[in-house]
């Protein structure tokens, strides 16, 4: 190959891959719409119910794989590992800070030593009153992490956070007056939960890599965002042509939906977490009303999101108007 023709090929080549690195490197913007939905993670792939969580935060630099190029969703996360992302998550732990920590020559805790590779994010979370360990001087930094945890340690790092009523608290396995209270209440209030059909959230449910980053996805977007998160099902032939909440006739082929309180009218923006696909419906309906489930959609709608046979999907949604 003459040179005249090779430089023109790798001028060809630039074309085309410079407007993607150009886009890759723009602002922060809205972490939930610009997950990198092309899998880096070859165990998480399009159908994995925390697909679209993994992706975003990865594509901030929040978190990373293996060198195998592995994610491990399944594997269990521990309290340091959990402190690290919520850190660097919710801004509280910048690379600034890192660079500049004076340990003292006492331990941070009895059970944690100055060389370890997390110690800095400890030293940092501690001074600012993020953690504080247990009544026997020990952080147990290799222990599983918990839901209440996650949420405790989350939330703590954010400010002007108005804490519900913990009394409103009404699931089958939460305590209204357990220590978790006033977490788990704002947590349900801003529908980041993962709510049974027994009304059940599992307050001490051990945290694997995928759960945890589910909620600190759900958490970050809910609060800087104003994202909503839960179930969706989908109504169609059976109701064809009945009448709506809202005086309109149902039309299973139109991109409408069901919810509780929104307006009718509103136009909301769904996405599928599992493979990261979207719709817009306008709100005409009231329902569901089962434990979990926020959205229900006409089928046309559901069918832009997943397989009908699918029948539930986990989805997050806002109001396009208050973008």
């Known amino acids: 190959m003459n040179k005249k023709l090779a430089k023109l090929l790798l001028i060809s080549c630039l074309i085309l891959v410079l407007p993607h690195a150009a886009k890759a490197n723009e602002g922060d913007g809205d972490l939930a719409n610009e997950a990198a939905l ?32 592995t994610f491990k969703p399944k594997k269990e996360i521990t309290r340091t590992e959990a402190l690290k992302i919520i850190g660097l998550a919710t801004g509280k732990v910048t690379q600034e800070e ?23 994010y400890l030293f940092i979370a501690k001074n600012k009153n993020i953690i504080n360990g247990y009544p026997d001087g020990s952080f147990k930094p290799t222990d599983q992490i918990n839901l209440t945890e ?11 956070i108005n804490y519900p009523d913990p009394s ?70 059976a109701v064809q042509g009945h009448g709506t909440a809202s005086g309109e006739t149902f039309d299973m082929d ?24 979207t719709v817009e419906v306008k709100i005409n309906d009231r329902g569901p ?18 397989p009908l046979g699918t029948g539930i999907i986990t989805v997050q949604y806002r109001p396009v108007d208050s973008i």
């Open 38 to 69: 092309i899998s880096d993670f070859s165990d998480v792939t399009e159908g994995n119910s925390h697909y679209v969580a993994i992706q975003a935060l990865k594509e901030k630099g929040i978190i990373s794989g293996y060198e195998d190029g």
């Open 98 to 120: 890192l660079d500049n920590v004076v340990l003292p020559e006492e331990p941070l805790f009895t059970d944690v030593e100055n060389n370890a590779w997390y110690i800095n």
């Open 150 to 160: 996650t949420l405790k340690i989350y939330l703590e790092c954010l400010d002007d």
């Open 254 to 277: 139109s991109f409408t939906a069901a919810h509780k309180t929104l307006p009718f009218g509103t136009i909301i923006e769904v996405k599928n977490l599992s493979n990261g696909k």
């Open 168 to 237: 409103t608290l009404n699931f089958a396995d939460a305590n209204p007056e357990g220590w978790y209270a006033k977490y788990l209440a704002y947590a349900a209030s801003q529908e980041v939960l993962d709510i049974t059909i027994k009304n059940e959230v599992f307050p001490d449910k051990k945290m694997t890599r995928g759960d945890f980053v589910e909620i600190v996805y759900r958490l970050k977007n809910s609060y800087e965002n104003n994202y909503r998160f839960g179930k969706a099902t989908f109504y169609g032939k």
């Open 289 to 306: 009303f089962g434990a979990g489930r926020v959205i229900d959609l006409s089928s046309a709608a559901f069918e832009q999101l997943a």
